[in-house]
């Protein structure tokens, strides 16, 4: 049986006991869902390619920590978005980031692209909890984990955010029609 028929918890096991086929096939599967979160959080591909490098090898270097009875990929995802928030803190990125691939894909007008482009548009604060709960499936709980900040503040961030995205993309259609 080759390793990619393995089912994560087999790798997980084989990468543990020092595989390092094992740990190559996890990488693989997870990279790419990783690094779309890190890269969905601040907007960079350099800088989402080295949070999910980053995040990969810890997760990898942490293997006897991971939880069995859970799944692999949330958890990886967890870790590259809790990277992706140090590194906006680091940078005191309390404004919005630099305009980067998002603004060009909002020019091609593709519907999925503008959408993308509006939440870029959202200060950070909106930002974070619309990507984390919507793109990345946490819920409020969760998300008030991860930020550090009370539930209530996170529902807030999401209506306000809401509200922002539907008077804004309202404004695109009517501006593209």
């Not at 990279?31 to 990898?60: C, H, M, N, S, T």
């Not at 020019?107 to 709960?133: F, N, Q, S, T």
């Given at each position: 049986?080759?390793?990619?028929?393995?089912?994560?918890?087999?790798?997980?096991?084989?990468?543990?006991?020092?595989?390092?086929?094992?740990?190559?096939?996890?990488?693989?599967?997870?990279?790419?869902?990783?690094?779309?979160?890190?890269?969905?959080?601040?907007?960079?591909?350099?800088l989402?390619?080295?949070?999910?490098?980053?995040?990969?090898?810890?997760?990898?270097?942490?293997?006897?920590?991971?939880?069995a009875?859970?799944?692999?990929?949330?958890?990886?995802?967890?870790?590259?978005?809790?990277?992706?928030?140090?590194?906006?803190?680091?940078?005191?990125?309390?404004?919005?980031?630099?305009?980067?691939?998002?603004?060009?894909?909002?020019?091609?007008?593709?519907?999925?692209?503008?959408?993308?482009?509006?939440?870029?548009?959202?200060?950070?604060?909106?930002?974070?909890?619309?990507?984390?709960?919507?793109?990345?499936?946490?819920?409020?709980?969760?998300?008030?984990?991860?930020?550090?900040v009370?539930?209530?503040t996170?529902?807030?961030?999401?209506?306000?955010?809401?509200?922002?995205?539907?008077?804004?993309?309202?404004?695109?259609?009517?501006?593209?029609?």
């Amino acid at each position: 049986m080759t390793l990619g028929g393995l089912d994560d918890l087999a790798l997980v096991e084989r990468a543990r006991a020092g595989s390092r086929e094992a740990a190559g096939e996890l990488f693989r599967r997870h990279w790419e869902p990783v690094w779309k979160a890190a890269y969905a959080l601040v907007g960079r591909r350099a800088l989402a390619d080295d949070i999910a490098q980053d995040a990969l090898v810890r997760a990898f270097g942490a293997l006897e920590q991971f939880d069995a009875t859970r799944p692999l990929g949330p958890w990886l995802k967890r870790i590259a978005v809790n990277r992706a928030i140090d590194e906006l803190r680091s940078e005191r990125r309390l404004r919005l980031v630099e305009p980067t691939e998002f603004d060009q894909a909002a020019e091609r007008r593709e519907p999925d692209d503008v959408i993308v482009a509006a939440v870029r548009e959202l200060d950070v604060g909106k930002r974070l909890v619309v990507v984390m709960h919507f793109w990345l499936g946490y819920t409020v709980t969760e998300v008030a984990d991860a930020l550090a900040v009370p539930a209530g503040t996170v529902a807030s961030r999401l209506s306000r955010a809401l509200a922002q995205l539907r008077a804004d993309l309202e404004v695109e259609r009517a501006d593209s029609a």
